[in-house]
Nanobody, 127 residues
Framework: QVQLAESGGGSVQAAGSLRLSCVPS????????MAWFRQAPGGQRKAVAC????????ILDDSVEGRFTIFRVHAENTLYLQMNNLKPDDTALYYC????????????????????WGQGTQVTVSS
């Protein structure tokens, strides 16, 4: 059974930082395509950033460009999302997602392209 275990969420003031972690298990490792999504209250789940199996990264939400960084550490089997200069609009439930290996070196912003999801970790940013 695949599991994606997120952690690192919390409550911070604007301009603060948080680092989210996601540890995969089962047949998923950090060498799969992985991504971070977020869902604000009353909103849709949207992609934030992704990393392809080969290591290429994409920022998928222009509002986090220059503030968020997605990276992985294979030795720790952990995917990270470093979030700096947080803003109240970043408040959301953040989800880790992964795609089972299909030989493709790509990642995307589409929910349907991912077939493993975590339970989410809450990030709350106050002004």
């Amino acid at each position: 059974q695949v599991q994606l275990a997120e952690s690192g969420g919390g409550s911070v003031q604007a301009a603060g930082s948080l680092r989210l972690s996601c540890v995969p298990s089962g047949d998923i490792t950090t060498r799969n395509a992985m991504a971070w999504f977020r869902q604000a209250p009353g909103g849709q789940r949207k992609a934030v950033a992704c990393i392809a199996p080969g290591g290429g990264t994409r920022i998928l939400d222009d509002s986090v460009e220059g503030r968020f960084t997605i990276f992985r550490v294979h030795a720790e089997n952990t995917l990270y999302l470093q979030m700096n200069n947080l803003k109240p609009d970043d408040t959301a439930l953040y989800y880790c997602a992964a795609r089972r290996s299909d030989g493709g070196d790509w990642c995307s912003s589409r929910l349907v392209d991912y077939n493993a999801w975590g339970q989410g970790t809450q990030v709350t940013v106050s002004s």
